[in-house]
């Protein structure tokens, strides 16, 4: 099996790298750092993310698996002390292949369109202050937006960001994208929903800003200051991200370990 390993850079991480790299030696396994079958990653899921976007141009023929340093995270559900049972696993079991949605971006500026690809969400920012855009929804507009910023998840990523704003967690076989506004600001002048809005596959959002404005925008942990945004679209993109399962974990005990606690019944 040919595999790609990243991790967070930290002592424990390096070491459990260099342990797995042992381990899926004497196994067999290659490493393949330009077309890999497997990605792993270890540290958090900020690393997976990390993992996501250096091997997001082949993302259709990749699978990831996240193996987490700290505490559980959404995409590192390994532990560290279960490598071994990983990679006995990867020897003699075919893993279930669990697919969730992504979110496609477009920002146009006056010199073009560039494409993105989240995994967890697009956010949008004011460098000022107070960020002032039109939304609308299926080329219809359907709000001001005025506050502190936009934030469209994916559903893998409404456990992230968009559940600190207050949006739904929503299971990753819905395919979905989720609009969630951070502090808008909501008085006889001005007015948004004020809720989260959940838009399906084939709708999209434009959002356009003042192309005067500086923006943050963020994709996933990467953030880059733009100007002269004239518009940005958000939809679910055509394509998926994969990882490879060895074992069940469903989706909704990931959300009752990571919030609510095992034993809390
Ligand atoms: P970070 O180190 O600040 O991590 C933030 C936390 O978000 C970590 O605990 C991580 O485990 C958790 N996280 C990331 N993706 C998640 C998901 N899909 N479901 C549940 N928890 C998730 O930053 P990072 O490691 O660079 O990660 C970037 C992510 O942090 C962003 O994609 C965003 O989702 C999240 N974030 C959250 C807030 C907030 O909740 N107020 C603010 C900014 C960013």
Same mark, same amino acid.
């Not at 930290?10 to 797995?20: G, V």
């Not at 669990?98 to 956010?123: K, M």
């Not at 709000?143 to 934030?151: K, L, N, P």
């Not at 959002?207 to 945004?229: C, K, N």
């Given at each position: 099996?040919?595999?790609?390993?990243?991790?967070?850079?930290?002592?424990?991480?390096?070491?459990?790298?260099?342990?797995?790299?042992?381990?899926?030696?004497?196994?067999?396994?290659?490493?393949?750092?330009?077309?890999? $079958?497997?990605?792993?990653?270890?540290?958090? $899921?900020?690393?997976?993310?990390?993992?996501?976007?250096?091997?997001?141009?082949? #993302?259709?023929?990749?699978?990831? #698996?996240?193996?987490?340093? +700290?505490?559980?995270?959404?995409? %590192?559900?390994?532990?560290? $002390?279960?490598?071994?049972?990983?990679?006995?696993?990867?020897?003699?079991?075919?893993?279930?292949?669990?697919?969730? !949605?992504?979110?496609?971006?477009?920002?146009?500026?006056? &010199?073009?369109?560039?494409?993105?690809?989240?995994?967890?969400?697009? &956010?949008?920012?004011?460098?000022? +202050?107070?960020?002032? %855009?039109?939304?609308?929804?299926?080329?219809?507009?359907?709000?001001?937006?005025?506050?502190?910023?936009?934030?469209?998840?994916?559903?893998?990523?409404?456990?992230?960001?968009?559940?600190?704003?207050?949006?739904?967690?929503?299971? !990753?076989?819905?395919?979905?994208?989720?609009?969630?506004?951070?502090?808008?600001?909501?008085?006889?002048?001005?007015?948004?929903?004020?809720?989260?809005?959940?838009?399906?596959?084939?709708?999209?959002?434009?959002?356009?800003?003042?192309?005067?404005?500086?923006?943050?925008?963020?994709?996933?942990?990467?953030?880059?200051?733009?100007?002269?945004?004239?518009?940005?679209?958000?939809?679910?993109?055509?394509?998926?991200?994969?990882?490879?399962?060895?074992? !069940?974990? !469903?989706?909704?005990?990931?959300?009752?370990?990571?919030?609510?606690?095992?034993?809390?019944?």
């Amino acid at each position: 099996m040919n595999y790609a390993l990243l991790d967070r850079g930290d002592r424990l991480s390096r070491e459990l790298s260099k342990k797995f790299q042992t381990l899926a030696s004497a196994r067999g396994f290659t490493v393949n750092e330009k077309s890999p $079958d497997i990605v792993l990653s270890i540290g958090g $899921d900020g690393t997976l993310l990390q993992a996501f976007h250096r091997f997001k141009e082949q #993302i259709e023929e990749v699978a990831f #698996i996240g193996i987490h340093t +700290g505490h559980l995270g959404f995409y %590192a559900d390994w532990k560290k $002390d279960e490598l071994s049972e990983l990679l006995d696993l990867m020897v003699t079991s075919q893993p279930g292949r669990v697919q969730y !949605p992504l979110l496609h971006i477009d920002i146009t500026t006056r &010199t073009g369109t560039s494409e993105y690809l989240a995994l967890n969400e697009f &956010t949008l920012k004011s460098v000022d +202050g107070t960020l002032v %855009a039109a939304l609308h929804i299926n080329d219809e507009p359907f709000e001001m937006f005025r506050g502190d910023g936009i934030v469209i998840s994916t559903p893998s990523g409404s456990t992230g960001y968009n559940k600190s704003l207050g949006g739904a967690v929503i299971h !990753p076989f819905l395919e979905a994208l989720q609009i969630a506004e951070i502090a808008s600001i909501n008085n006889r002048v001005y007015r948004t929903l004020g809720s989260s809005v959940i838009l399906p596959k084939h709708h999209h959002c434009d959002i356009i800003p003042d192309p005067e404005e500086e923006l943050f925008i963020g994709i996933d942990h990467l953030v880059m200051q733009m100007s002269d945004v004239q518009s940005i679209t958000c939809r679910v993109s055509e394509k998926k991200v994969t990882f490879a399962r060895y074992r !069940p974990f !469903p989706f909704w005990n990931r959300v009752r370990e990571a919030f609510i606690g095992s034993g809390n019944h």
